[in-house]
């Protein structure tokens, strides 16, 4: 059997227009081994691409708040001191900038996201007096519970699983990524991923996006 992979979304199974790339439904549909979707997006948007891929669905989402699989649902955070943060944040000034409907935050439960164009100081500001942190993805700032992060999910997920968490080999692209890289086995940035990405990782791939990825997948099954 392959290893059980941990894989973000964001920069690392998509083309750099921000798409999923294509071939990530025919390397991932048979890959004889446990896949884990591990993204700072809200709980549907990961289920919905296990459910379009056409494997199991198995979820971290929101950075370790949402974990996902063999039939459990577990939540880690405080949404209730997330949505106040953004209120005060909001009353001085800042923007959360996705509109009236919003679904960047439509459907989380567990933190909140703001435009990466927003006012980061003010935002750090704002979080810190509540308690929280904030997490630049490279897409999203997430205001969120300190110490609700992907590594914890992942671990969460190995034992639903019942396997070892060092079996996993993760992939992914920023810094929310590096707790995950601190507890797999094996551990790959992507080359467009961030410093804190980078460093974190066993390898740092010489390709971009799912290129890097793909890279990955075939070095240990050549079939992919």
Do not use: Q
């Amino acid at each position: 059997m392959a290893p059980p992979l941990a894989l973000d979304i964001d920069g690392t199974l998509t083309t750099s227009e921000h798409t999923i790339d294509p071939r990530v439904f025919d390397a991932l549909s048979g890959w004889d081994g446990p896949v884990v979707m591990a993204t700072g997006k809200s709980f549907p948007y990961p289920v919905a691409l296990c459910h379009f891929i056409g494997i199991e669905e198995r979820v971290i989402a929101e950075n370790g708040g949402v974990v996902y699989g063999e039939d459990t649902l577990r939540f880690t955070g405080d949404p209730d001191r997330a949505a106040a943060a953004i209120e005060a944040f909001v009353d001085r000034g800042g923007a959360v900038g996705y509109g009236t409907v919003d679904t960047t935050n439509r459907w989380r439960e567990t933190e909140l996201a703001v435009s990466i164009d927003a006012d980061e100081a003010l935002l750090r500001e704002v979080a810190a007096e509540f308690d929280l942190s904030v997490v630049d993805t490279g897409y999203a700032f997430h205001v969120k519970t300190p110490g609700v992060e992907k590594g914890v999910g992942l671990e969460t997920m190995a034992e639903l699983l019942g396997v070892d968490v060092a079996s996993f080999v993760a992939i992914g692209d920023s810094e929310n990524d590096a707790s995950m890289f601190e507890v797999a086995g094996e551990s790959y940035a992507v080359a467009n991923a961030d410093d804190r990405a980078k460093a974190a990782a066993d390898t740092v791939l010489g390709e971009s996006y799912f290129d890097g990825t793909l890279s990955v997948l075939r070095s240990i099954d050549s079939s992919v």
